[in-house]
């Protein structure tokens, strides 16, 4: 894991008066950074041009400087076979002072300045940095949209320009091919809102190491890598089913959904999975290994409810009891969040004084907003959220002590708040492809196979949601992303042990 940040100024600030970091220090690691990535485009053949153009399109603060170091550092450099060029487009008059020093030395370097836009076949963003906020001039948004319209190979230096504009205000950013970001990971490349304006992620030394850099500071969210994976152990031998847990599934009136979660669970380490179903119920045909029940057999280790239920009481009354009792783990997804009696429900699993009952819920935006609003927490839309994924997930879970929230995005984020205080996991492998109706389904089937094999609820989000996203991935390598289906999905997690 990784640590994330939802400003990283203080970071700097302490690298510059404690640490005795100068500022031209800082600067020149990360222009070295820019460098890297521009000889890493250029090295493998991308221009096939024995010269090249680099257009740098600064603005007047130290993110500017940075891109005007980097314009230094490049003038008359070869990397791979191709003469580098670069030619700075300073769109506003420096007022930093780095980078009004920045500019002087650009200049006695021999740089090329210049005031036409032109495409080129490497353009470096160094226009606004993560501390910009507020609302766009016209005449930089219409360059913003002039150089996302062009074909050269984008690099975003930080952050994409006008990032937080994008992501709160619907307006445009720069889209970037990939993002350096400086020093430590910024929360704000990894909400949904910027999945398409970062690209390809990389974070940047200034010198020093993470460890140093981050020292002293409490980090406000986790990046979970792949390597943080941990799939289900069946290393031991004198083992049984009953070893391995049983969940149950409740089927409703959609009971394609229970059935999907119920084989994801059985194919993700699970001993036992029934399907439970009341009298009346759809007639449906289910994989011979799971289990037909009418109640949830007693011996039931997870329980998994509202794929597919229902909206009405009688769909989710019969089981009350059973979500009520805190020594049965449970998934709560889907229609449970319309449930009338969710904000009992979660007042009675929720850890307060006492030790609390293992809770995931799996909301998406409109379920979460729904489920704000029930408990009285706050009345919201999913744009709404969507705004400030983390700030709301922070205030249900701060209500809701040690109910692990997975709120599902393009970026899902894991969050809980505990003794420890409050957490948050952000889970950036995701492929698009789970944009399918299903897919949440299975997820389900995932946490609550890894509840009844006895994984704490925090450490059940984390991993089922890793596998999830991982799956997805690999999954979209072979499947075309219109053609891409639950079941896939459940096939693709099956084999990820051979994978990671």
Avoid: W
């Amino acid at each position: 894991m990784k640590s994330l940040f939802l400003d990283t100024r203080p970071l700097d600030t302490r690298a510059k008066t404690e640490l005795c970091l100068t500022e031209d220090i800082l600067m020149e690691n990360a222009a070295a950074a820019l460098e890297e990535r521009t000889a890493r485009f250029f090295e493998a053949g991308k221009n096939c041009c024995k010269e090249a153009r680099v257009l740098i399109v600064c603005g007047s603060g130290d993110n500017g400087a940075d891109g005007l170091v980097l314009a230094r550092r490049l003038k008359n450099k070869v990397l791979g076979s191709v003469m580098v060029e670069p030619c700075v487009l300073q769109v506003l008059p420096p007022k930093s002072s780095g980078c009004i020093k920045q500019t002087e030395r650009a200049k006695k370097t021999g740089v090329e300045f210049t005031d036409k836009l032109f495409d080129a076949p490497l353009i470096v963003d160094c226009l606004f940095g993560s501390g910009f906020h507020g609302v766009l001039d016209p005449k930089i948004e219409e360059l913003i949209n002039a150089l996302n319209g062009f074909d050269g190979y984008k690099i975003a230096c930080d952050v994409p320009s006008a990032l937080d504009c994008a992501i709160k205000g619907g307006g445009t950013a720069f889209a970037a091919d990939e993002t350096v970001t400086m020093g430590a990971g910024k929360i704000q490349l990894y909400l949904d809102g910027a999945k398409d304006y970062t690209g390809k992620i990389y974070t940047a030394s200034l010198g020093i190491s993470d460890a140093v850099f981050e020292s002293g500071f409490k980090p406000d969210a986790m990046l979970l890598e792949e390597s943080d994976l941990r799939l289900p152990s069946h290393a031991k031998k004198n083992v049984h089913k009953g070893t391995f847990g049983h969940v149950a599934v409740v089927s409703g009136t959609k009971p394609g959904a229970a059935i999907m979660a119920a084989d994801s669970a059985l194919h993700f380490g699970a001993g036992l999975v029934s399907l439970v179903s009341r009298a009346g119920a759809p007639h449906f045909v289910v994989p011979y290994e799971l289990m037909l029940s009418d109640k949830v057999p007693d011996g039931a280790t997870a329980l998994a409810i509202g794929m597919g239920l229902g909206l009405q009481a009688e769909d989710y009354a019969p089981y009350l009891e059973l979500i009520n009792n805190r020594n049965l783990p449970v998934v709560l997804d889907a229609d449970m969040f319309y449930c009338g009696a969710l904000k009992s429900i979660l007042a009675a699993r929720a850890g307060g004084s006492g030790s609390a009952a293992k809770t995931i819920l799996t909301p998406h935006p409109k379920e979460f907003a729904v489920m704000l609003k029930t408990c009285g927490l706050a009345d919201v839309s999913a744009a709404d959220i969507q705004k400030d994924r983390l700030g709301f997930a922070k205030m249900f879970c701060t209500a809701y002590k040690d109910i692990v929230l997975v709120l599902k995005g393009a970026t899902p984020i894991i969050s809980v708040f505990s003794d420890a205080g409050f957490e948050a996991f952000f889970n950036p492998h995701g492929s698009p492809v789970l944009a399918k109706g299903g897919s949440g389904d299975v997820l389900s089937g995932l946490l609550a196979a890894l509840l009844a094999q006895g994984l704490s609820a925090k450490d059940a989000a984390i991993q089922a949601s890793l596998a999830h996203a991982l799956a997805s991935k690999k999954a979209a390598q072979k499947i075309s992303s219109y053609a891409f289906t639950p079941s896939a999905l459940i096939e693709e997690i099956s084999l990820l042990e051979k994978e990671f």
